[in-house]
């Protein structure tokens, strides 16, 4: 097992058991941070996943620390059309996956907390931009 393997393993592991529970519970309580609905690929059901990004002329942007390997993405892949809770509001949009995107660069205009946690857990940065209904 290679060691961005292992880190990533580790990683997701802290955040669904710890950092996930608890940031679904306060995401409507802390700027910078948002609740993605995205579909589930395989079972078709509604999958919900707290992240941090900011709203930028009309579209939300953030940065997904495992990139491709990441749930969320994976759901993005099979169906861009997403939801999302910012503050206590709903939103529809279009989720657009932006490999080419300076990821890092990105997190410098992206909430600070968040953007130096995604710094810290991810293996391969990508950047999402969701453009709102």
């Known amino acids: 097992m290679t060691s961005t393997t292992a880190k990533r393993r580790r990683v997701s592991w802290y955040h669904r058991r710890i950092a996930n529970p608890l940031m679904r519970r306060l995401v409507g309580h802390l700027p910078g941070q948002a609740l993605l609905e ?27 620390d495992h990139g491709f390997a ?22 529809s949009g279009t989720a657009h996956l932006l490999p080419e995107d300076d990821a890092l660069a990105r997190l410098r205009r992206l909430p600070k907390f968040n953007s130096w946690n ?14 709102l209904d």
Do not use: H, K
């Open 38 to 64: 995205t579909i589930g690929r395989r079972s078709g059901g509604p999958r919900r996943t707290p992240i941090g990004g900011r709203v930028v002329d009309g579209s939300f942007w953030m940065v997904s």
């Open 70 to 91: 990441s749930d969320y993405v994976r759901n993005i892949e099979a169906n861009p059309r997403v939801r999302l809770q910012i503050r206590s509001r709903w939103y």
């Open 118 to 131: 995604v710094r810290i857990l991810g293996t391969d940065l990508l950047t999402i931009r969701v453009d």
